[in-house]
């Protein structure tokens, strides 16, 4: 079976959550992308790694349509978005977390995650207040638990630490049930502990739920990602395995040192 073959009776499956064709994105003179072609499976778990840099952010950009590809094509799930808005790619079951916190400091955890639950349906602007049995209450403490945050579901946002802001990010990335989430360093700032309950907390996602993860730290990366890419200088790197990306010599001399292996 030829390459064109096998790629047609995958997108024909519905395997592909994430497709990239020739994506390069240009500022001015500056190539921040170059050609980059990368599929990623539905349910997959994939890590993009780099040096800063590299392109991983102006990657996920280009993914959601924050800044949109200045050549090239992205497919959701079979379907061509790459000229859709933003909120678009959300309706048709992308999320995404950024490196800076997007929260409702004022208000507290639960009303956090009920919002972006009622954000994600049909009847968002219902301005009925809601009750226990809502069903978009008790999504919300589905998310809550999911993202161990019951300790401080009556919380301010803005008393939260850094770790519990974190994932309460999360949570709201999982509000009304994404197929694929992007996740912008999200152990960035995190304790030794709050990076142990990070990886639980992904590890435990569904497993029809695919993610793609931007990290520097690659212990978590690493851990939660079956598959790797590395970009370097705005193009991909090396692909491969957790343990291919690890054992190999130039992705240990150029991010990850001698000492990691």
């Excluded at 049995?133 to 401080?152: G, I, K, P, R, Y």
Aim: charged share 25%; aromatic share 6%; net charge negative.
């Amino acid at each position: 079976m030829s390459d064109t073959d096998a790629l047609s009776r995958l997108q024909s499956t519905g395997r592909f959550a994430l497709e990239l064709e020739a994506v390069s994105r240009h500022f001015g003179a500056l190539v921040a992308l170059a050609d980059i072609n990368l599929a990623v499976q539905a349910g997959e778990r994939r890590a993009v790694l780099g040096s800063n840099g590299a392109g991983k952010t102006t990657l996920f950009n280009a993914i959601t349509g924050d800044f949109p590809p200045t050549t090239g094509r992205v497919r959701l799930f079979g379907e061509d978005v790459t000229d859709l808005a933003t909120h678009e790619r959300v309706r048709r079951g992308l999320r995404r977390t950024y490196q800076i916190s997007q929260l409702f400091s004022g208000l507290n955890v639960i009303d956090n995650i009920y919002l972006a639950c009622r954000g994600a349906s049909r009847s968002r602007f219902s301005l009925r207040r809601p009750r226990r049995e809502d069903a978009f209450m008790q999504a919300a403490e589905t998310l809550l638990a999911a993202v161990h945050l019951e300790s401080v579901r009556e919380q301010r946002v803005a008393e939260l630490s850094h770790g519990q802001q974190r994932q309460l990010e999360i949570a709201l990335a999982l509000a009304g049930a994404p197929r694929l989430i992007l996740f912008d360093e999200p152990a960035a700032g995190l304790s030794p502990g709050e990076r142990r309950d990070l990886i639980e907390i992904l590890q435990s996602l569904p497993p029809h739920m695919g993610f793609i993860i931007i990290e520097h730290d690659m212990d978590v990366a690493l851990r939660v990602a079956e598959s790797v890419t590395m970009m370097h200088n705005g193009r991909i790197f090396k692909e491969g395995t957790p343990a291919e990306i690890e054992g190999d010599p130039e992705v240990q001399q150029l991010y990850l040192g001698h000492g990691h292996a």
